[in-house]
């Protein structure tokens, strides 16, 4: 398998987080993960559309969206090697804070949900998107997972869920 090597330009509009083998890129105007490149194994940009949070208010049973849903954004580095993002979604009871970090062996994302001041507790479902990779030469590589109908191409997972842990990639040929 051969990897395009040109270079990825980066937006403006995106704030860097860098390690040896790891940089993740979130937009400033969103809050969304819009870059996320291995630098290691020749493997370079990962995604060419951007993640997206998702948050379903179980009580109010209204699902709030990045990309869909407006929502007021701050994004702010904090330090080196960590971005946080407030974001305040339309007719939502709640803040959310995102923490993006990275150490040197991982990238981490944590949520923190802030209710506002006299609202009931709830139940939220959280989830963060981290697009599949779009782009050649990802195409080609095995997705194994310990279920049914496994392994199978890379090209042919969408619409299928599965917990990440779960997951492993393989080269094909």
């Not at 849903?69 to 993002?85: F, L």
């Not at 407030?86 to 994302?109: C, H, N, P, Q």
């Not at 599949?132 to 969408?158: C, I, R, S, Y």
Request: with cysteine.
């Amino acid at each position: 398998m051969t990897v395009s090597k040109k270079p990825q330009k980066t937006s403006p509009d995106i704030i860097l987080l860098r390690r040896p083998g790891l940089t993740i890129g979130i937009a400033r105007s969103s809050g969304r993960m819009e870059q996320l490149d291995l630098n290691r194994g020749g493997i370079g940009r990962w995604n060419t559309i951007p993640g997206r949070l998702e948050i379903a208010d179980e009580l109010a049973q209204i699902t709030f969206r990045d990309g869909r849903d407006r929502c007021d954004v701050r994004v702010r580095k904090s330090g080196p090697d960590q971005i946080v993002i407030r974001k305040r979604f339309v007719k939502a009871r709640f803040t959310v804070l995102e923490t993006w970090s990275v150490s040197k062996a991982e990238g981490l994302w944590t949520v923190k949900v802030l209710l506002d001041k006299g609202q009931k507790p709830r139940s939220l479902r959280i989830r963060q998107y981290v697009p599949w990779p779009t782009d050649e030469p990802f195409w080609g590589w095995n997705v194994w997972t310990a279920q049914q109908h496994f392994p199978k191409l890379l090209v042919h997972m969408g619409n299928t869920s599965m917990v990440y842990g779960d997951i492993c990639f393989s080269k094909n040929g």
